[in-house]
């Protein structure tokens, strides 16, 4: 019997590096990826801790549409942060055996609202900068 050739770490990393770059552009969410997105944009206006006193709420986008909602805990309560689980049920493609959310589908993005203005995460770090 023979043995399957184990990868490297490195090009197991970079694969799936490259997947979710991919998830990223065709606008696929998760936990995952929002907390690397807060990551990236640490210590600029395009997180929710650092624009709140600018007016920037967390908010989602549906590109397909352009309709946007206000991040939401699953109650329905505005929350400070981007949570998935208030978000519509046709935005959310997968869910845990206890029902919270776990990834949106294509074409829905992170960002935040502003006077009524969807702004995504680099558009308000230079809307805010103005």
Known sequence: MRTPELQP???IKTK???EERQRIRRGILSQLILARQNRHFHGTYGVSENNR???FLPAFQDLSSGSWIISQFA???PAPMHLLDGLPQEW???RDQSGRALSTREGIVAGFVRD???YTREAAVQAAAH
């Open 16 to 18: 799936l590096a490259n």
């Open 53 to 55: 006193n600018a007016g």
């Open 92 to 94: 959310i493609c997968r």
């Open 9 to 11: 770490i490195e090009a």
């Open 75 to 77: 109650d329905g309560r």
């Open 116 to 118: 009524g203005i969807f």
